[in-house]
């Protein structure tokens, strides 16, 4: 069986780009929209069936109504796509984060901390790790226990992997 997929990760949506002025903040906040709409348009075209966003999505726990009314609708237009979501250490999920707070639609998985989503129908498991706050101290890769089956398995997190005292998800070459 294949599966259609498309990733990506520190899209960074409504970041305030403080070292531009007011109106090319604005002008580089819309070009990152434009970028992910035209992967969203690519997904459609390429009949993609898992998007996969492995953290960092928005550059804090917080969006603007208008990127989180344009995510839902980019969203929304691709109803057979599944799209699963692992926070990471710019915008994790919080009881007031953006994840939290805004109306995703069904086709829509965030993750919280270490979870698996089986996908019978894809012959596909999804296991992910969403962070909870700005800080992960532990590695966001460990700690799955993966069936010796013929699914598909994937892991979507976001990590850093500069050292093993990263306070970012800390994830060494050897995991």
């Known amino acids: 069986m294949s599966v259609r997929i498309i990733h990506t990760a520190d899209v960074h949506l409504d970041s305030p780009f403080t070292a531009f002025s007011p109106s090319g903040a604005e002008k580089r906040r819309e070009n990152i929209r434009k970028s992910f709409l035209a992967l969203i348009e690519k997904a459609r075209e390429e009949r993609t069936q898992l998007f996969l966003i492995s953290g960092d999505l928005f550059d804090t726990e917080f969006a603007t109504r208008d990127t989180a009314l344009m995510l839902k609708n980019a969203f929304l237009s691709l109803p057979d796509c599944k799209f699963f979501i692992s926070p990471g250490n710019h915008d994790?999920?919080?009881?007031?984060?953006?994840?939290?707070?805004?109306?995703?639609?069904?086709?829509?998985?965030?993750?919280?901390?270490?979870?698996?989503?089986?996908?019978?129908?894809?012959?596909?498991?999804?296991?992910?790790?969403?962070?909870?706050?700005?800080?992960?101290?532990?590695?966001?890769?460990?700690?799955?226990?993966?069936?010796?089956?013929?699914?598909?398995?994937?892991?979507?997190?976001?990590?850093?992997?500069?050292?093993?005292?990263?306070?970012?998800?800390?994830?060494?070459?050897?995991e």
């Open 92 to 174: 994790p999920f919080t009881p007031s984060s953006v994840y939290a707070t805004a109306d995703f639609p069904p086709n829509v998985h965030v993750f919280r901390e270490r979870e698996c989503v089986e996908l019978p129908e894809l012959g596909v498991r999804v296991f992910g790790y969403g962070f909870t706050s700005s800080i992960c101290n532990e590695s966001t890769v460990l700690g799955y226990e993966v069936p010796d089956d013929d699914m598909i398995n994937i892991l979507v997190c976001h990590g850093d992997m500069s050292g093993a005292l990263s306070t970012n998800g800390p994830v060494t070459k050897k």
